[in-house]
């Protein structure tokens, strides 16, 4: 939790810090992934049982608790893997480069790169469909911007080939991401169908 704030105001300073220290998979997950990937959740169960997604013209969309709390264990779940599989994702992009970074470390780099995007999940306060759209996509740009900065650090490769590296690392992510929204999609959906 200690490099939230440095990631956000001097990225890549904070980039440096991370590379140097050797933290493993395990005290990454419980220390930084595990309380982040809950803001989201925590959030979203707030915002759909007491006010309810807003969908504008009068249309609110309210789940009960049980239903809620069901899709937020698998909706926090999901964003668990979701960090595992990009955390492999970049290990497997890296194969060819020199200095390839362990699996343990490339996960470690996948949790922090998408602190901004678990930081975005605290709208689901207040679920208005826009809102959370527009919030996420302003998350998606900086997660792509940590990336852009932290990969040239993280794998010792100049900025060009970091920039080649962290495009289709993102491109992938964002697959990645939407596969997630998607099935997020899904199960909102199918608990809108059990109230």
Not at 21 to 37: D, G, K, Q, R, W
Not at 45 to 71: D, H, K, P
Not at 166 to 184: D, K, R
Request: hydrophobic share 55%; charged share 10%.
């Amino acid at each position: 939790m200690n490099h939230v704030w440095g990631l956000l105001s001097h990225p890549n300073r904070e980039m440096q810090a991370i590379k140097r220290e050797n933290e493993t998979v395990s005290h990454h997950y419980t220390h930084h992934v595990l309380i982040m990937a809950a803001i989201p959740v925590i959030c979203a169960f707030i915002g759909t049982t007491q006010i309810g997604w807003n969908f504008g013209e009068n249309s609110v969309v309210r789940l009960s608790l049980f239903t809620a709390f069901a899709l937020a264990i698998l909706f926090y779940g999901l964003m668990l893997a979701g960090v595992a599989v990009m955390g492999r994702v970049i290990w497997w992009m890296a194969r060819h480069y020199p200095h390839r970074p362990s699996l343990a470390r490339c996960m470690v780099f996948a949790g922090y790169v998408a602190t901004p995007i678990f930081l975005s999940g605290i709208v689901a306060l207040y679920p208005l469909v826009w809102l959370c759209a527009l919030v996420g996509t302003v998350a998606l740009f900086y997660t792509g911007y940590l990336l852009y900065l932290g990969i040239p650090t993280f794998l010792n490769i100049n900025k060009e080939e970091g920039l080649s590296f962290s495009s289709s690392t993102l491109a992938i992510g964002v697959l990645v991401l939407e596969v997630l929204l998607a099935l997020t999609v899904l199960l909102w959906g199918y608990g809108y169908h059990l109230i």
